[in-house]
Each structure stands twice: as structure tokens, then as C-alpha cells.
């Protein structure tokens, strides 16, 4: 039967070719997720966990690919300038907003050169030190590093990543300057942590919680307000009298700037459906890690998140005096 195409239908039809053309051309290969930070460390482990579940509703996979150094600077500049297809994108943190203050020739703008697709997680930190370290406790640890100064070591994944801010915070508030050890994340200060290189070190509990139950390193204080569900034996540092003390490495997911508006909405809902997979949050529950509610898992609630945290870190930076090279 002979059938009629009216411009109504032609345009419907044109239409509906075109999103078809749209969503047939993304992914139209794997897509690269890039981890400013080494691997085996806080930052990968949360990638790891949502990338197979975002690479299962996007029919593709997502490879994670770890190009750490500078406190993660390295591995941003190198997504603000990939081509913007939706093929690259990052998962990166609270580092995001405290690079522009530290980093004075930062080749990226942290506003301006990428899209938002969504915050993820908030991962809360502890105090941790080599298992041998002679203080037992918080107030030990607090008291012994007032003692020491200089000639304690900490380790740290570069200036501006959340163990080196965790550290600036906690050295300030016991006025007590220690030496700080650099590297490309905290994956491999771990390692040397774990073979008593260095003596403490402030990092999130997706690496330190499976090290502290099983006495490897020494959990001294956590860095929220109320103690982990996780480590419950562990006290905040609030508690230890650092009053007020909290540091969150809030991780967000980001791609270069000029996605296509049907690429971005793609990537937010496998996103959002890794968030919603119970495998994907259970393990980063069962790391310490809180997933951020649904409505914040979208491009505007990062944003704004971001704005607020550049304004809330400058002041707090400038009055340390720390500066990113
Ligand atoms: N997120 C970093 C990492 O994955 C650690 C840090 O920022 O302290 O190694």
C-alpha cells in the first residue's frame, strides 16, 4: 500500500533519524577514564568501582587509565584538552578546587575548561601512621607530633591532593610544621607507609580502612565530625580535641568542556545508574565512602559544589602559605 510522507511526518521522521544518528555515534568506541593519581589508591578505587557499571549501560567499555603527578594537575590539563566527545572523562576530587589558588601557572581553568556530569562520593580521611610508630592513640600521636616537628615525615599524593590538604589542616592546628614526603598519589605512599618509609600520613578511608583492622598501619583519629561507621573504634579528631576538625575528599566526575547536550545526559545517567547499582554502592560503603544523594548527582549540583569549595579553600591556602609547583 502506497504510503503518504506529509512534512509533518518527514520533519517527525527527520527527527527521530537524527537522535538515532545522535545516540548510535556515542560511544563508538571505549571510553577512557582518566585518574589523575596513581593506582592502588583512593581516587582509582572509586573509578574502578563505577566504571563497569557505567561501561555496562553504555554498552562500551570504560577503561581506567591513571596519569598521576602535581597533586593531580598533570592528569586534568590533560582532560581539559581532549577532545570534547564524551570519550574522555575523569574522576577527580576536592583537589579540583584547591588547585587554582595553589598552582599559580595551572594551564587549565577549573570553571571554564570542563563539563560537569555529576558528583559521586564523599570520602572521609583518618590519621594514620606506620605500625610502629611509638604513639598509641590520638592524644599520643597529637602530643608526639608537637614534640617532633620537623623531624617527623608524612607522606602525601602532591600539593593540593586531599592527603596533602588533610596534612596542612592538621599541622596547622597543632602549630607544628612536619616534613612532608611527595607522590603521585597515595597508592604508592601507602606502599612505602606500609614498609615504614614515612611515619603518618592523612588518607581516605577507601585505602586505609582494610590496613588498620588488620593492624598493618596504625588508625589514629578520623577526620569527620561524627566517627565512621566503618572504624568505629576509631575517635574523630574533634573528639581528640582538634575542635571543629573535618576534611571530605569528595570525588565528582568531569569531561572536557563542549560535550554535546546528549552526550553529557548520557554520561549523568550511567552515572547515576552506577550509583543506583547496590554492587557499586555497597563496596564503597563498605570502604567508608557516601555516596551523595541522587539530586546531587548531576552537572548543576557539581557545579555549584564547586564554585563554593574554590571560595571556601582560597582563604584557608593563602593563610598556609602553600604553594604547588
Ligand atoms: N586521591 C589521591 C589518590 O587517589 C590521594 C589524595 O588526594 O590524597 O591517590
Not at 16 to 22: E, K, M, N, P
Not at 232 to 261: C, N, S
Not at 265 to 288: F, I, M, N, W, Y
Request: hydrophobic share 45%; glycine share 10%; aromatic share 6%.
Amino acid at each position: 500500500m502506497p504510503r503518504y510522507f506529509g512534512p509533518l511526518s518527514l520533519a517527525v521522521a527527520l527527527a527521530v533519524g537524527g537522535s538515532q544518528a545522535l545516540a548510535q555515534g556515542f560511544p563508538s568506541r571505549p571510553i577512557t577514564l582518566l585518574v589523575p593519581a596513581a593506582a592502588g589508591g583512593p581516587t582509582d578505587a572509586v573509578s574502578r568501582m563505577i566504571a563497569e557499571s557505567m561501561g555496562r549501560t553504555l554498552s562500551t567499555q570504560v577503561v581506567v587509565e591513571n596519569v598521576g603527578g602535581a597533586g593531580g594537575t598533570i592528569g586534568m590539563a590533560r582532560v581539559a584538552k581532549a577532545p570534547a566527545d564524551g570519550h574522555t572523562v575523569s574522576v577527580w576530587h576536592i583537589a579540583q578546587a584547591t588547585a587554582p589558588t595553589l598552582y599559580e601557572n595551572l594551564r587549565y581553568n577549573v570553571i571554564n575548561d570542563f563539563d560537569s556530569i555529576g558528583r559521586i562520593a564523599d570520602v572521609p580521611m583518618t590519621i594514620v601512621g606506620r605500625a610502629n610508630l611509638e604513639p598509641k592513640n590520638a592524644s599520643e600521636m597529637i602530643a608526639w607530633a608537637k614534640q617532633k616537628k620537623a623531624s617527623a615525615t608524612y607522606g602525601h599524593a602532591g600539593v593540593g591532593s586531599a592527603s596533602h590538604l588533610c596534612a596542612l589542616m592538621f599541622m596547622s592546628s597543632l602549630n607544628a610544621q612536619m616534613t612532608g614526603v611527595s607522590y603521585r598519589g597515595t597508592g604508592p605512599a601507602m606502599t612505602d607507609l606500609l614498609g615504614g618509609q614515612f611515619d603518618w600520613m592523612c588518607d581516605q578511608t577507601t585505602t586505609t580502612t582494610a590496613q588498620i583492622r588488620e593492624g598493618k598501619i596504625r588508625g589514629y583519629a578520623a577526620t569527620t565530625l561524627k566517627r565512621l561507621a566503618v572504624l568505629p573504634d576509631l575517635p574523630t579528631l574533634d573528639e581528640a580535641g582538634l575542635k571543629g576538625f573535618e576534611v571530605t575528599a569528595w570525588h565528582a566526575m568531569w569531561a572536557p568542556r563542549g560535550l554535546p547536550a546528549d552526550v553529557s545526559a548520557r554520561l549523568t545517567g550511567a552515572l547515576q545508574a552506577a550509583l543506583k547499582d547496590p554492587k557499586v554502592s555497597e563496596r564503597l560503603t563498605a570502604l567508608g565512602a557516601v555516596p551523595v544523594p541522587e539530586q546531587q548527582q548531576t552537572p548543576e549540583a557539581l557545579a555549584s559544589h564547586l564554585k563554593a569549595e574554590v571560595a571556601r579553600w582560597s582563604p584557608v591556602i593563602k593563610a598556609s602559605g602553600a604553594k604547588g609547583t
